[in-house]
């Protein structure tokens, strides 16, 4: 842009890949009818997200992005590309061209021309070796054994995304970026911001972390009636941020939703994650929110100033899944009179079996609705708390690199049909992959970020 604009507004439509996928419908009406430059952007990539999709492209070359991409995307396509409204997401997961591939489907599908670009190299599997990776980790030593990798992903900044709009992006898809980056870099593409001016970065990333988790900073996680009303759960509106070329940023959300935007609303995501509160470390500046004013202009209307920054960090954080095994979990209920008894009965049964059966597997048991998550793994505790209750379902869990014991375990749950106590019913039962996760720092010369375009070369 040759004369940067005075504001520009970002959205967010999505915190998480099971997000909802309607909540982009009311964003786009608020912002379809305005001049400025307008953003929607979507943080669906936590760590497992990424390393399951890792795994999924494995098997299928043609996936491994977010399978909600098309839930998303399809409620808001056609006006977001009629009315000029970009859309960023890291739904692209471990697959970022087949996800730019899958939407210039849509779009051709409703007869439309969508510019997309693809942003790539946050993927270091085949860049490092375990060996590699094993002297990079950070606090912890899981990789010391150089176990087989299932995913390495580099966490990268903001840059490629203000290139790609740049380059006149409608649509940009990244997979592993800081979160806060996805509305840092459109912000850097608006106003023109220099990549070491540390104050308007800091500003342009705090704007991204209170908006990533979407409807966190509207009232949505923050709820808890009779503490902390929050209207309209059931339309709750998911955030937009304007911000302004000195890095002025006002929280709010789409007319006519539910939930709330102030001080409350807005300090909670402002802490979310933040381990110290001089040195939030992201790939693009290190923020520092010590200074950080919030008041409320007016109703869903939250100002934030005084954001600081600092060089970036000289290593990128990488995190690195490997294989943990499996885990097996067996639930079954105990109803009416006596049911906490007869509960408490098929968990002293069942890891009495195991303990002969499989003496080294390590059982946990939890009645849930009398003592589940403050339980423990050698029931102590829930002896001495459980209560007399109408409805009690036990569950248990365990976890090994073998399935064999875990099967056993399943079917001694299951075997409690006619093996007693009375009245159990309902049993379920599954054994799913394990991932562990480990941090690394990955100097930035190793890290190589890229960024083309759907049906053109280079």
Known sequence: MTTPPKLAFIGCAAGFAADRTDAGIAIVRQLKGRTEPRFLIYETLGERTL?????????NP????????????????????????????????????????????????????ARIAVVEGDDLSSVLSPEEFAARET??????????????????????????LDRGADIVVTGRVGDPSLALGPLIHCFGWKPDDWRRLACGTLAGHLLECGSQVTGGYFADPGFKDVPGMDTLGYPIAEIDAEGGIVITKPEGTGGRVDRRTVTEQLLYEIHDPAAYLTP????????????????????????????RPETLKATV??????????????????????????????????ARRAPTLRTRADAIGVMSIHGDTDGTRLTNSMQESADVRVRFAAE???????????????????????????????????LASASCLIERDRVRSTVSFIGEAG
Do not use: H, W
């Open 139 to 164: 606090g912890g030593a899981l990789l010391k054994t150089k176990p087989a990798i299932i995913a390495a992903n580099v966490y990268l900044g903001a840059a490629p995304i203000a290139e790609a």
């Open 321 to 354: 899944c490997i294989d943990s095994g499996l885990l097996a979990e067996a639930e079954i209920s105990y109803a009416g009179p006596n049911a906490a008894a007869r509960a408490r009965l098929a968990i002293d049964t069942v890891k009495a079996r195991m």
């Open 400 to 434: 090994a690199m073998e399935r064999e014991p875990l099967e056993l375990l399943n079917l001694e749950v299951e075997a409690l049909y006619c093996a007693g106590p009375a009245g159990g019913g309902g049993v379920r039962t599954r054994i799913t992959p394990r």
């Open 284 to 311: 693009d500046v290190v923020l520092d929110i010590t200074g950080v004013e919030l008041s409320e202009e007016g109703r869903d209307r939250v100002r934030v100033t005084g954001a600081s920054g600092k060089p």
């Open 51 to 59: 390393a399951l999709s890792q795994i999924e492209r494995r098997r």
């Open 62 to 113: 043609a996936r491994g992005y977010n399978p909600s991409l098309e839930r998303f995307i399809e409620p808001i396509l056609s006006d977001c590309l009629a009315s000029g409204i970009r859309i960023v997401g890291n739904f692209g997961a471990a697959n970022p061209r087949a996800a730019g591939e899958r939407l210039a489907a849509m779009a051709r599908s409703l007869g439309l021309r």
